[in-house]
């Protein structure tokens, strides 16, 4: 080997991620947000955007393309190029769907290489704030004492919502109606005009409406209590049933194959921004947890062991694309 090639090769050697992925990024990146604008997600993104911006050095565009809980969004990012400047907001939803739809046009794990979780939030049991009902125990006895005359709302069939009102009827054995609407946001109105009588929210959506008075919190599926509603017991509580400890998660997902010094540097950027105690404080004040994931591989097996739980979900409840 000549000296010129020995130098490179050492070079190459002790490469930096930055300098493999030739100065990225030189341009904005943009994320896809598969939510509508004001729900829960969609504002945890935003609030994280400028830190993460900042810490790429490049501005973050965030884009909403809402539609199918989520499929749009991530059909239009598979497509993109793999090169880090098109992002999706993935979470578990995106799982959830290609379970129930083997022959979308996309796959959650095979077309997009896991960046890193961004958040963590369980859903909240909610009613209308002049409901009859103060406890989750004395809603399921009532629901028992009238089958099939109750409906429970979500931001779509398929959504972390719609599992968790489908896990509480199979558990419990109710005869329940699931009212797809069009967005989370959708869910608290429909609770206060009376189309549905309870819904499971993400806590980012769920606990402002219950602290502004609009909605009742009778229960939540986090493992533990969570200290915005200390009062407020968690589902498996209720129900005696790991299958109840449900937690939506959203994290940033790149097109396949896009290179992994790239990769690396998008992980970086969110673990710096998620350790910010202001933004860790700010998703904590609505039920949410900020969870950067350790490396794109260590989100990666996250992802596939997620698959792995809501299978096990989706069998329980018997939930269908249409239903």
């Known amino acids: 080997m000549d000296r010129r090639a020995f130098l490179a090769s050492a070079l190459a050697a002790t490469a930096t991620p930055l300098a493999w992925a030739e100065g990225f990024p030189a341009r904005p990146v943009r994320v896809i947000s598969p939510y509508a604008a004001g729900g829960g997600p969609d504002v945890q993104l935003r609030q994280a955007g400028p830190a993460l911006g900042e810490a790429l050095g490049q501005p973050i565009v965030i884009e909403n393309k809402v539609g199918a809980a989520g499929v749009l969004a991530a059909q239009y990012v598979a497509q993109q190029p793999a090169d880090g400047y098109t992002c999706l907001m993935g979470s578990n939803t995106h ?4 379970l129930l739809q083997p022959g979308l046009r996309f796959d959650p794990v095979g077309d997009f290489a896991p960046v890193s979780n961004l958040t963590a939030s369980p859903t909240v049991l909610v009613v209308r704030a002049d409901a009859p009902w103060r406890t989750a125990q004395e809603l399921i006895d009532a629901l028992k004492a009238q089958p099939a005359q109750a409906n429970y709302g979500s931001g779509g069939i398929g959504t972390s919502a719609h599992l968790a009102g489908a896990t509480l009827a199979s558990l419990a054995g109710l005869q329940v109606t699931h009212i797809p609407l069009k967005g989370s946001v959708e869910i608290a109105a429909s609770l206060i005009r009376g189309d549905t009588q309870y819904a499971f929210p993400v806590a980012g959506t769920g606990i402002p409406q219950v602290q502004g008075g609009k909605l009742r919190a009778l229960a939540v599926t986090s493992r533990k209590r969570l200290s915005q509603l200390p009062d407020v017991p968690t589902l498996q509580e ?4 790991e299958l109840a400890v449900q ?5 940033l997902w790149a097109p396949a194959k896009t290179p992994p010094a790239v990769l690396d540097i998008l992980n970086a950027a969110v673990r710096k921004v998620a350790a910010q105690p202001a933004l860790r404080a700010s998703f904590e004040a609505v039920g949410n947890e900020a969870t950067a994931s350790a490396s794109p591989q260590a989100f990666a097996d996250f992802v596939r062991s997620e698959n792995r739980k809501w299978a096990e979900i989706i069998q ?8």
């Open 247 to 251: 937690e939506s998660w959203f994290g």
């Open 316 to 323: 329980l409840t018997g939930i269908t694309a249409n239903s």
């Open 238 to 241: 209720v129900l005696r049933n």
């Open 95 to 98: 799982l959830i769907q290609k």
